[in-house]
């Protein structure tokens, strides 16, 4: 299985809503992130998660809340977001520095997204 | 915050030629990898190269690294209708004793049956 797997596809939420993105891989891999793609853009990296622990948060507003409860699952908690928001939300995985890859590194899995849109 | 700078931003080819996409990059990397990505959706792996190679191939594909001049290219030769996509090259780089990929802008290709 080489699939990450997000839920929902789509999401439509209003400014006052709490809402949640989900991600699930069953690749072994103890790296998980989350990254956020606006139209025409890149992924812009938001957060990644080594062996279920926060290790990077590149800055993120406190609106978006990650949470990884076990090394298959990665959350993104939404509350109180603004309609520049409405993006395509991206989890992927892979095997973490000094894992099973050594040093070198691997590629990551990326999920198809949750497509939000904030109204 | 961009790592990489591909070129071309767009790109439009005919069926059966040879697409040729840029990136450059600023830092220090472990490896650079290159993703496609269909209409918005989620991104393809397609290769990686790691800092220590300069040419690695994978069927239709061709990827050399500088690490002097800190570049990349990507070569997808013999090019099909179906490679019609958006590229990005991907740098990985360690922050805190993690890793994170850091995407370029993109090369958009098409290509023209």
């Known amino acids: 299985d080489t699939e990450v797997t997000q839920t929902p596809k789509h999401l439509v939420m209003g400014m006052t809503n709490k809402k949640s993105l989900k991600c699930e891989q069953h690749?072994?891999?103890?790296?998980m992130y989350w990254y956020k793609q606006k139209a025409k853009k890149p992924p812009e990296l938001m957060f990644v998660?080594?062996?279920?622990?926060?290790?990077i948060n590149e800055s993120v507003p406190s609106r978006f809340s990650p949470e990884c409860p076990n090394s298959s699952l990665l959350n993104l908690h939404l509350h109180a977001l603004q309609p520049e928001d409405s993006a395509l939300y991206l989890c992927a995985s892979s095997h973490p520095k000094g894992g099973v890859r050594g040093d070198t590194g691997t590629e990551a899995f990326f999920g198809q997204g949750t497509r939000l849109t904030v109204v | 915050s961009q790592q990489g700078e591909e070129d071309p931003q767009a790109l439009s080819i005919q069926e059966g030629e040879n697409a040729t996409m840029n990136c450059s990059y600023k830092?220090?990397?472990?490896?650079l990898q290159w993703y496609r990505q269909n209409s918005g959706r989620g991104l393809v792996h397609l290769i990686l190269i790691r800092s220590n190679e300069r040419e690695k191939h994978s069927g239709r594909l061709r990827v050399t690294l500088d690490t002097s001049k800190k570049s990349s290219s990507l070569l997808i030769t013999a090019s099909r209708a179906a490679d019609t996509a958006s590229y990005f090259c991907a740098t990985d780089l360690t922050q805190g004793g993690s890793e994170k990929l850091v995407f370029g802008k993109g090369t958009k290709l098409t290509v023209n049956p």
């Open positions: 690749m072994g891999h103890r790296a």
């Open positions: 998660y080594s062996y279920e622990k926060l290790s």
């Open positions: 830092t220090s990397i472990n490896n």
